[in-house]
């Protein structure tokens, strides 16, 4: 079946580290998005990449970065920068102007 | 991006319609109405968009007002399956980014 795969569902980081969530999809799409969500609010958008080897900042981009270096993937690394990392973490792909589809999501815990 | 305005809350109960409201008073004339829903702990799932005429699908209908400043999700019969965050989001003809609100959680009583 065709989907999004996100993995690992749960992940655990020590403060300091680097970290990296992959996102693949085999549904041909090609726009890729990464976003984050907290307890009780809505997803806000990381980065994006509506083609192969380009990507744009989303509204949260500060202390994450990415690589699209095929169509299929899409990682996401949560840098030590990043000051508050533990959230839940949705992919998405999509057809240029069409609905979105996302993964399961990764949870992050800082130990 | 234009902003939407939904209730924090709503609730049901269980094989009645449910109507799901958006106030979107700063819509443009070339964006698009989205609603997703979200289970707990899952991704957003797509249910259905407009632009300018109501629209019906497997899952729901969408009533979009004659001014576009506000719509309307329906659920014809609620089911416990139902139970989610509704997001109402407007989206550009050409763009592909989306604005998440906090949606409304909708609560269906057996």
């Known amino acids: 079946d065709g989907g999004i795969t996100q993995s690992p569902k749960y992940l655990f980081r020590k403060e300091g580290q680097n970290v990296t969530l992959s996102c693949e999809q085999n549904?041909?799409?090609?726009?890729m998005y990464w976003y984050r969500q907290d307890p009780g609010q809505g997803l806000r958008l990381i980065y994006y990449?509506?083609?192969?080897?380009?990507?744009q900042k989303g509204d949260i981009a500060e202390g994450y970065s990415v690589s699209r270096e095929k169509k299929e993937s899409f990682p996401l690394t949560v840098t030590s920068a990043q000051k508050n990392p533990t959230a839940f973490y949705l992919c998405?792909?999509?057809?240029?102007?069409?609905?979105?589809?996302f993964g399961d999501g990764t949870r992050l815990s800082i130990l | 991006d234009a902003k939407t305005t939904q209730p924090n809350s709503m609730e049901s109960n269980e094989e009645e319609p449910v109507h799901l409201p958006c106030n979107h008073s700063t819509i443009s004339g070339t964006d698009y109405i989205h609603w997703y829903r979200q289970l707990p702990s899952q991704g957003p799932e797509y249910v259905i968009h407009?632009?300018?005429s109501n629209v019906n699908n497997r899952m729901a209908s969408l009533a979009i007002a004659e001014d576009r400043k506000s719509s309307t999700l329906i659920l014809h019969r609620a089911t416990l399956r139902d139970a989610a965050v509704y997001y109402c989001i407007l989206r550009e003809t050409s763009g592909s980014r989306l604005t998440f609100g906090e949606g409304t959680q909708l609560t269906v009583n057996p």
């Open positions: 549904l041909n799409h090609d726009a």
């Open positions: 998405a792909s999509s057809l240029p102007s069409q609905p979105q589809h």
């Open positions: 990449s509506q083609i192969v080897n380009d990507f």
């Open positions: 407009g632009l300018t």
